[in-house]
Every structure is written in structure tokens, then in C-alpha cells.
């Protein structure tokens, strides 16, 4: 599904040069979950924005589901990051004057589904994660952990090939961490392909895979018994 070879990536910070990413090369197979580690500037958010098409590497191939995207437009972009990659971020991204069933169905709309077709999905996605009671409910009207599931919810109803989640616990309790990673260890297990950006090793175990960086590069590849992926 993702092939990455020779990514690089360098930020002028003032006078120096920062190299975010140094000859990154990496593939990731179809369902797989894989957690991308590392201390803070060890490139995995920079890694996190190229696989998700929010920013473009400065050379090298990135092939996503068999389509090169280096050369892609951001209207090109636009469209793969509405329609194969659903996002889940540390901050959640809900709009709060949208209810849960509003934020949802916000992506759907922008890919011109019709109301049923829309509705159905909504309402499928948000049972998912357990949110059917809370589908009229506002952001300011739900718990972290709440308004994380939605946007879950929210990743999901696109149907997506891939799930990219940043830091998805980053903002939570101990106990609503556990119920997000749950939901996410269950949708790998139905099939779904997720990469998961996290700092946290408890996190990251929950992965089938991790790839541990360390100054722009993809220093281990391993599975969950610490053999090579």
C-alpha cells in the first residue's frame, strides 16, 4: 500500500539546515499497523505529513496504493487525503459548533455523497465507537475520550484505505488512552490499515510493528517479539 524510497526532507531553520528526513526508504503492506517512535525531532511527524499527503518530500518516490505522487497537485492531494486517508489527530480537529453527526458527515459531504448514502455511514460509524447516544451532542458536550471516538467516527466513514492517527492519546487520560487503543486494535484486526505516530513505547506496543527513528532516518524495524518486520 505505501512505498517510500530515498524520501528526503530538510527545513531551513535561520541560518542552518535542518534534515527532517535522510534517505528514507520503507514499505508498508495493506492492514498492517505499524507505530512510527522517537524522541521529539527524530522526524516522525515530518514522516507523519509525507504518508499523509500533507506535505511533499523534497526527493524520492512516494507510492501510495500504486499511484507515484511525487508530482501531484495539491488539488491531486486534496482528493487522496479525502478519499484514502482518514485522519485522527492528538487535538481531535472537531468543529465545535457542529454536532458529532455533523463533524462526521463534514468529509462525506465535500465528496458529494448523496443525504442517505451519508446518513447510513454517519450513523454505521459513530455505532462503531459507541457513540450512538451522542450523535446530537457537541464537541463542549463530550469528554476528551468522547470526542476522540468522533473522530474515529470521522476517519472512518470516508472508508479509507489507510487510518493515520498522531499522537490519537496524546491529550487523554490513562483510562480513555486505553478505550482509544482498544478501538484501534480492533479495527486492525477487521482488516484496517493504521500508522500510528507516537512518542509512547505502551502505545506503540499495540502495534504489529514499529518503526523506531532517530535523526530523520528509520534507525529499527521490528515486529512485536523484536524480530525484523
Partial sequence: MIELRKINKTYQMGQAAVHALDDVSVSIKDGEFVAVIGPSGSGKSTLMN?????????????????????DYSERELGVIRNKEIGFIFQQFNLLAKLTAYENVELPLIYQGLGMSER??????????????????HRPNELSGGQQQRVAIARALSTHPTLILADEPTGNLDSKSGIEIMNILVDLHKEGRGIVLITHDEYVAEKATRRLHMLDGRIDKDTGKAGERA
Fill in 50 to 70: 509525507v504518508i499523509g499527503c500533507l506535505d511533499l518530500a523534497d526527493d524520492g518516490e512516494y507510492i501510495l496504493n500504486g499511484q507515484h505522487i511525487d
Fill in 119 to 136: 446518513k447510513k455511514r454517519v450513523t454505521e460509524s459513530l455505532a462503531k465507537v459507541g457513540l450512538s447516544d451522542r450523535m446530537r
